[in-house]
């Protein structure tokens, strides 16, 4: 059973001019989006900044609100809801920031941060710094931390405070937003890893966002790729690094280095920069920087297939 599912989710900004700020266009960052997260699954979400992850990430937490489509979680619709019912979603869904500087309160102690979410849903009342405690340990951190500011940490340090508070309140789904890519490659391995511990011991579910294609395939069972708004392939993580079908991914995959001599890799090269998301390319998105283009793209929307087994990809020429 899946425990987050995905229906044509479409999430568009307003851009707004004039003396009356009227819309007069609209970004389109999520435009048509499906998929599903089976429960204890990591789900990787790639592509080229710019192309929606983050947001698609936002709207699914309803962070942001989404203008159209289904979001399904534990075999609940979630869209539209308010007040407690959106309130004991955020209890059982939550998020680990990109930025581990800007993501914690600077006038807050690491105490009152973490034990912030224990006090709002009212939990373990009247033993909140014991509990603190307990995360804390959970993530590799003293107990003595509570009492210290966030700027007192290092950037591994604040990103594991940042992932004691998404765990404060014992949620099921966590979207995990780009949590190593502001961190040192070795401090990275070490987040990476506690991840996959606490997924292990907490049964947790991820949907993990990343520019890192080797970070990705370490860490996920199945890799979706978005491309101007729209999830253009998915496939197991092992089977997408190995035999990437659509020429985005190809090109995506052919920018990450190797550290074998031997191995000659060649490196793709697309021309131009994603398309505004105001105004998409008819046809296939991906079209005007596709190297194997022909004059059907231009024109007709690919379908979603399924060449492999568990293998799909929205290329007419795949």
């Not at 505004?276 to 079209?287: A, D, E, L, Q, W």
Request: charge should be positive.
């Amino acid at each position: 059973m899946s425990l987050v599912a995905v229906n044509n989710l479409k999430l568009h900004f307003p851009v707004r001019a004039g003396v009356l700020q009227r819309p007069v266009a609209w970004v389109r960052a999520v435009d048509g989006v499906s998929f599903a997260i089976s429960e204890g699954e990591t789900v990787g979400l790639v592509g080229e900044s710019g192309c929606g992850k983050t947001t698609l990430g936002r709207a699914l937490l309803r962070l942001y609100e989404p203008t159209g489509g289904e979001i399904v979680f534990n075999g609940r619709n979630i869209s539209g809801t308010k007040g407690a019912t959106l309130k004991q979603f955020r209890r059982e869904a939550q998020m680990i920031f990109q930025d581990p500087y800007g993501s914690l309160n600077p006038r807050m102690t690491v105490g009152e941060i973490v034990g912030e979410a224990l006090r709002v849903h009212r939990l373990c009342s009247g033993n909140v710094p014991e509990r603190v405690a307990e995360l804390l340990t959970a993530v590799g951190l003293s107990p003595d931390h509570m009492r210290r500011y966030p700027h007192e940490f290092s950037g591994g340090q604040r990103q594991r405070i940042g992932i004691a508070r998404a765990l404060a309140v014992e949620p099921k789904f966590i979207v995990c937003d780009e949590p190593v890519s502001a961190l040192d490659v070795s401090v990275q391995a070490q987040i990476v890893n506690l991840l996959q511990e606490l997924q292990e011991k907490l049964k947790l579910t991820y949907l993990f966002i990343a520019h890192d294609l080797a970070v990705v395939e370490h860490i996920s069972d199945r890799v979706l790729v978005m491309y101007l708004g729209r999830i253009v392939e998915e496939a197991g993580a092992s089977e997408l690094l190995s035999h990437p079908l659509h020429p985005y991914t190809q090109a995506l995959i052919s920018a990450v280095p190797t550290i074998d001599p031997a191995t000659k890799r060649r490196r793709i090269i697309l021309p131009g920069d994603v398309p505004s998301p105001i105004n998409p390319p008819s046809g296939c998105r991906f079209h005007p920087r596709c190297p194997v283009a022909v004059a059907k793209c231009r024109e007709v929307v690919p379908a979603w297939r399924e060449i492999r087994k568990d293998h799909w990809v929205a290329c007419d020429l795949a």
